[in-house]
Each structure stands twice: as structure tokens, then as C-alpha cells.
């Protein structure tokens, strides 16, 4: 049970990142970014992105051991 909360949290966490980087109000938009900071966030993004999904099936599956 921890660990679906964990889980949740985390997933949560990774989906307010990836809102923040896309909706934030501070953030430049793409066509100001340089090459390299819109290869940084397109990592980040992505990688929030994944962090999320794995957070959100850790939390769907290993609550299911029973």
C-alpha cells in the first residue's frame, strides 16, 4: 500500500513538471530558445513524461499482488 502511495506522489510530481515546463508563465517561448535550450526541454519534457507513466503503472500494477 506504501508503495502505490509512493508511486502516486511521484507520478504526480513528474506531471506538475511537465505542466510547469509547458504552461509556466517564466518560460521563453520556442521560438526564442536557442538550439540548445530547446533540446533541454524537449529532455525534460520527456523525460517527465515517462517518469509519469511508470509512476502511474507502478501505482496501477503492484497494488495488484493479492
Given at each position: 500500500?506504501?508503495?502505490?502511495?509512493i508511486?502516486?506522489?511521484?507520478?504526480?510530481?513528474?506531471?506538475?513538471?511537465?505542466?510547469?515546463?509547458?504552461?509556466?508563465?517564466?518560460?521563453?517561448?520556442w521560438?526564442?530558445?536557442?538550439?540548445e535550450?530547446q533540446k533541454?526541454?524537449?529532455?525534460?519534457?520527456?523525460?517527465?513524461?515517462?517518469?509519469?507513466?511508470?509512476?502511474?503503472?507502478?501505482?496501477?500494477?503492484?497494488?495488484?499482488?493479492?
Amino acid at each position: 500500500m506504501i508503495i502505490r502511495i509512493i508511486a502516486i506522489v511521484v507520478a504526480l510530481a513528474a506531471l506538475g513538471l511537465v505542466l510547469y515546463l509547458m504552461l509556466g508563465k517564466n518560460q521563453k517561448s520556442w521560438y526564442e530558445m536557442t538550439e540548445e535550450e530547446q533540446k533541454r526541454k524537449k529532455t525534460l519534457v520527456t523525460g517527465g513524461i515517462i517518469v509519469f507513466l511508470s509512476g502511474l503503472f507502478a501505482a496501477i500494477f503492484l497494488g495488484k499482488k493479492k
